[in-house]
């Protein structure tokens, strides 16, 4: 698990990745972002999602599970709750 005060190394180091612009990264046409998890894409790609929606690209966000098994033994969310939201 990754917390503020447990960051993984590669965590740790993204603060200082270089700058890279949006077209280096996908190129001048639409965008297509795949996320493993919901929440996923924002957390890791909201600046790029931002920065393409600026330009007027069209941003396609495919999430390929529902995060049904992200809080295995909660009371509050069990597996179809979580699928639900």
Do not use: W
């Amino acid at each position: 698990m990754v917390t503020p005060l447990n960051q993984g190394p590669l965590l740790a180091l993204a603060g200082s990745s270089p700058f890279i612009k949006l077209d280096v990264l996908a190129g001048a046409g639409n965008v297509l972002v795949l996320s493993p998890h919901p929440d996923d894409e924002t957390l890791g790609c909201a600046q790029a999602i931002s920065a393409a929606c600026d330009q007027g690209r069209k941003v396609v966000v495919v999430v390929v599970t529902n995060g049904n098994l992200s809080h295995p033994h909660s009371q509050r969310y069990p597996r179809p709750a979580l699928a639900a939201l």
